[in-house]
């Protein structure tokens, strides 16, 4: 790193003392996390207007949170965290409005949206914590090789599912048929692990 430019921390306390008033600090903030908190939003949503629209959300959503940032785990961890919520939250919202009278389809669809910010969640928490990544590292290397390449796709490189698709050389249907399988076994097979570390 730049030996002038500031860290994360250094930028978050000066944040922290000088926000609302004062945006110079946060706007360093903004210019260096915008493009990936961008992508980010865009894997999830297939949509640049609803990612531009989601990505307002969440940076109003730090600059008013900021102040009650703790430093418990990093600034891009949180960012991250931020992110993901705001962003399935945001897509809840859009498909209730073209899809609320079709009760089935929504509550399916609210269904895989909790099964993936449960993923989401995991994947993420690993950045801050050595045994969540060598617990998922052990769940992935005992999937069969086409889930465990759908998962680390998805998940790990954040490709959205015409990505998916071209990736796998799959319809667009076929993979997300073959991403809900390989979900229900990491989440299977990541939660028995769990529980046999916990009872050791």
């Known amino acids: 790193m730049d030996e002038e430019a500031p860290s994360d921390d250094v930028l978050v306390r000066h944040c922290q003392r000088e926000l609302p008033n004062e945006t110079a600090h946060f706007e360093v903030l903004l210019k260096r996390y915008k493009d990936r908190v961008f992508r980010k939003i865009y894997s999830m ?18 600059f008013h949170g900021l102040s009650s940032f703790k430093g418990e785990a990093r600034f891009s961890t949180w960012l991250y965290a931020v992110t993901v919520n705001t962003t399935l939250n945001f897509r809840e919202k859009t498909d209730r409005k073209f899809w609320w009278w079709l009760t089935e389809e929504l509550d399916e ?13 995991v994947v993420g928490a690993s950045i801050e914590k050595t045994g969540q990544k060598d617990r998922i590292a052990r769940v992935l290397n005992g999937m069969d090789l086409r889930h465990r ?35 229900e076994t990491f989440k299977k097979e990541y939660l028995a692990l769990k529980r046999r570390e916990e009872t050791v």
Do not use: H, P
């Not at 949503?45 to 730090?62: G, T, W």
């Open 149 to 183: 390449e759908i998962i680390r796709l998805r998940y790990f490189e954040e490709c959205d599912y015409r990505t998916l698709a071209k990736r796998l050389d799959i319809g667009q249907s076929a993979a997300k048929m073959r991403l809900k399988r390989a979900r």
């Open 109 to 121: 669809n609210r269904r895989i949206l909790r099964e993936e910010q449960e993923m989401f969640d």
């Open 45 to 62: 949503l297939q949509s640049r207007e609803d990612a531009e629209d989601a990505a307002q959300e969440v940076f109003l959503k730090v």
